[in-house]
């Protein structure tokens, strides 16, 4: 079964510090990974994905996400947080060998992502 | 290029009524997808339509409903509506093959 697991509900990072929002996830084919960004009553922001290739990808507002196939994890990074980063982030899987579900995204539970001054 | 629209953005309805949400995607999108996303189960999945065909179900009860139409644009209903049903509906749009999804701004149901 699919699935995609965000370990942590709430994150607490210090402005300018680096901060990690970690995604686990479960596909019984390849995974295609993403993370997206929901500020208050918005949708969801696309952030980056990680189709194949290099296992850090980089994505919008200095965001990069680490790829790590043996623990099956793809964690949300960033060098120095900002106190407008704080937000709702998720994480999510498509299993693109599925033909008939090869558009269905699967999403985490979400974190949320404090950064204070 | 515009992105994906849904209206209306926030609607107020009773108990029992009905409500239909609409989501025009982005130029080009066939895919549209529509989510409910609640404090309490964060966001699930209600079902995905391309080319006017529903692909993909969630575990939502009969009274809600989609269709997609000719130029992709799609809409949703929600029938006899309950209070549980009050959350914010999020439509996404991608490619064929996409591989991401964009959403929409939402829309805020609140049910009295």
């Known amino acids: 079964a699919q699935s995609v697991a965000q370990p942590e509900d709430q994150v607490n990072v210090a402005e300018g510090n680096p901060l990690t929002v970690k995604c686990t996830y479960s596909v019984s084919g390849n995974p295609y990974l993403f993370w997206y960004v929901q500020y208050p009553n918005r949708g969801l922001q696309f952030l980056l994905k990680y189709i194949t290739g290099d296992n850090l990808v980089k994505g919008s507002y200095g965001f990069e996400a680490e790829f790590n196939k043996s623990q099956t994890s793809f964690h949300l990074k960033k060098p120095s947080a900002l106190v407008s980063d704080s937000a709702l982030y998720f994480c999510a899987v498509r299993d693109m060998l599925v033909l008939y579900n090869f558009n269905k995204f699967y999403f985490g539970s979400g974190t949320k992502l404090n950064v204070k001054p | 290029k515009a992105g994906v629209t849904q209206t209306p953005r926030y609607l107020i309805k009773t108990r029992g009524q009905q409500v239909t949400l609409s989501c025009s995607p982005i130029?080009?999108?066939?895919?549209v997808s529509w989510y409910q996303q609640t404090p309490g189960q964060g966001l699930q999945f209600l079902f995905e339509?391309?080319?006017?065909?529903?692909?993909n179900k969630g575990n939502f009860p009969g009274r809600f409903s989609g269709r997609q139409f000719s130029n992709s644009r799609s809409e949703m209903n929600v029938s006899t509506l309950e209070l549980g049903d009050s959350a914010l509906y999020l439509c996404?749009?991608?490619?064929?093959?996409?591989?991401?999804?964009?959403f929409g701004p939402g829309t805020r149901l609140t049910v009295t």
């Open positions: 996404a749009s991608s490619f064929l093959q996409g591989p991401e999804q964009y």
């Open positions: 339509y391309f080319s006017e065909t529903q692909r």
């Open positions: 130029s080009g999108h066939r895919s």
